[in-house]
C-alpha cells in the first residue's frame, strides 16, 4: 500500500482576498443591472391598475404590490449604485460626485412617490370606494405617469451627463460607454419635453428610440463593472498606494 506524505512546512493553498476596488466596481455594476432588470417588470406589472375603471372591478392587487416592491427596490438600487462609486469617482471631481448622489437619491424619491400613487389606488379598490373614488384613482394614476417621466425621464438625463463625465475623463471604463450616456441624454431630455409638452405619448415609438442609449449606457457600464472592474487610471494608482501605506 502506497502512503502519500505531505511534505513538513508546506503551506496550505490560501483564498486571495478580493481588491477594495474590485469590490466597489462589483457593488456598483451589479446594482445598476438591478436597476435594469426591475424597473421594466415593474412598469409592465403596472399595466392593469393604470386602468380608469380598474378600482371598480375584481383587480389584480397582488401582481400591483408585486410591482410596487420591485420598483421599491428599483429605489434603493438607484442610491446604491451613488454611494458605492462615490468613493472612487470623487477623485475626478467631488462636486460633481456629490451632484450624482444627490440626483440619484432624488430620483429615487420620485419612484417611491409614484409607488405610493398606485398602491393608494389598491387600497381604494379593497376599501370599497367604488364609483365615488374614479376621480381620486385617476388622479392617483396621473401622478404616477407624471413621476416616471421626472424620475427615470429627466433624472435619468441628469444621472447619464454627471456620472458620465466623471467616467469619460477618468478613464476608469472605457470611453465609448459614458460617451453613450453623454450623447443619448440630450436625446432622452429632448423627448422628455416632447411628452410633457404632448407632441407624442410616453408610451410610443420616437419615446422608445429615444430610451435606447440611456438604456444601453446603463446595461454596458453594469456588465462592465461586474465583469471587467475598473480600467487601470491615476484614480486608481493613487487609490492603491495610499492603500499600501503603512497605517
Known amino acids: ?121 389598491v387600497t381604494l379598490r379593497q376599501a370599497g370606494a367604488g364609483a365615488d373614488a374614479l376621480v381620486a384613482s385617476q388622479t392617483l394614476v396621473a401622478v404616477y405617469e407624471w413621476t416616471f417621466l421626472f424620475g427615470p425621464g429627466f433624472m435619468a438625463c441628469v444621472n447619464a451627463l454627471l456620472l458620465g463625465s466623471l467616467l469619460y475623463r477618468s478613464g476608469l471604463v472605457p470611453r465609448i460607454i459614458p460617451l453613450v450616456g453623454l450623447l443619448g441624454a440630450p436625446l432622452l431630455f429632448a423627448s422628455d419635453l416632447a411628452v410633457m409638452f404632448g407632441i407624442w405619448e410616453q408610451v410610443s415609438l420616437p419615446a422608445g428610440i429615444a430610451t435606447v442609449p440611456i438604456a444601453l449606457w446603463e446595461v454596458s457600464l453594469g456588465v462592465w463593472l461586474v465583469v471587467k472592474g475598473f480600467k487601470p487610471s491615476p484614480i486608481t494608482a493613487g487609490m492603491a498606494t495610499a492603500g499600501a501605506r503603512p497605517a
Open 1 to 121: 500500500m502506497t502512503t502519500t506524505i505531505q511534505p513538513t512546512g508546506a503551506k496550505t493553498p490560501t483564498r486571495v482576498p478580493m481588491d477594495s476596488l474590485r469590490k466597489t466596481a462589483l457593488v456598483g455594476g451589479a446594482l445598476y443591472l438591478i436597476t435594469f432588470v426591475t424597473s421594466i417588470p415593474a412598469r409592465i406589472l403596472f399595466g392593469p391598475v393604470k386602468d380608469p375603471n380598474y378600482i371598480l372591478g375584481p383587480g389584480a392587487d397582488t401582481q400591483v404590490l408585486f410591482a410596487g416592491l420591485l420598483d421599491l427596490l428599483l429605489a434603493f438600487a438607484c442610491i446604491g449604485t451613488a454611494v458605492a462609486l462615490y468613493p472612487v469617482v470623487k477623485r475626478q471631481n467631488e462636486g460633481v460626485a456629490l451632484g450624482f448622489v444627490g440626483s440619484r437619491t432624488l430620483e429615487a424619491a420620485i419612484i417611491v412617490t409614484g409607488v405610493i400613487a398606485l398602491l393608494s389606488v
